[in-house]
């Protein structure tokens, strides 16, 4: 798939999470200063970076299984819907299995955000999309309805870690 004709160009991040950390321990905090945002992220992922341009960038790291998705672009204050439209493409799941689990204004950085689930077959991904003041974001993990239920602690701690600068 060509990601810059996803939302033109974007900063994606791709990482594999199986089995989040346990507890507090095995956790460290990542900042992408640039796009004004951080997030914990398993001890141990790799992250490589790249810019393409124009505000976009992309984020590759790799950890066990869970893939990580986030796109965002500098100084654009997308509506919902387009960035919805953006995470069904990405994660190949329709809308109608997107179910909201949480939503808010003005905290964490966030201008506006929606946390999400969706399914599909044994696929399931859960993150967050919104509004920042320095751009706008989508960051999903992507794993198995099986891992999800065993681990739910820890992908409620990932994406109650994000935070907006």
């Not at 991040?13 to 796009?35: H, N, P, R, S």
């Not at 100084?75 to 919805?84: D, K, L, R, S, W």
């Not at 109608?96 to 999400?116: D, H």
Request: aromatic share 12%; hydrophobic share 40%; net charge negative.
């Amino acid at each position: 798939m060509n990601l810059q004709r996803v939302m033109g160009v974007g900063l994606i991040v791709v990482a594999t999470f199986a089995g989040l950390a346990q507890g507090d321990e095995g956790w460290v905090k990542y900042e992408a200063k640039e796009y004004g945002f951080s997030m914990l992220i398993p001890e141990g992922t790799k992250l490589a970076e790249k810019e393409f341009g124009d505000g976009w960038g992309e984020l590759w790291a790799e950890h066990e299984g869970v893939h990580l998705y986030a796109l965002a672009k500098k100084g654009v204050q997308a509506t919902p819907e387009e960035i919805e439209k953006v995470g069904v493409k990405l994660s190949g799941i329709p809308d109608s299995a997107w179910t909201q689990i949480k939503e808010g204004k003005n905290e964490g950085g966030w201008i506006w955000y929606r946390t999400v689930v969706a399914k599909k077959g044994g696929k399931l991904i859960v993150g967050d999309y919104g509004v920042g003041k320095k751009a706008s974001f989508l960051l999903i993990l992507e794993t198995t309805e099986a891992d999800y239920q065993e681990n739910k602690a820890d992908y409620v701690k990932w994406y109650e870690s994000i935070i907006l600068q």
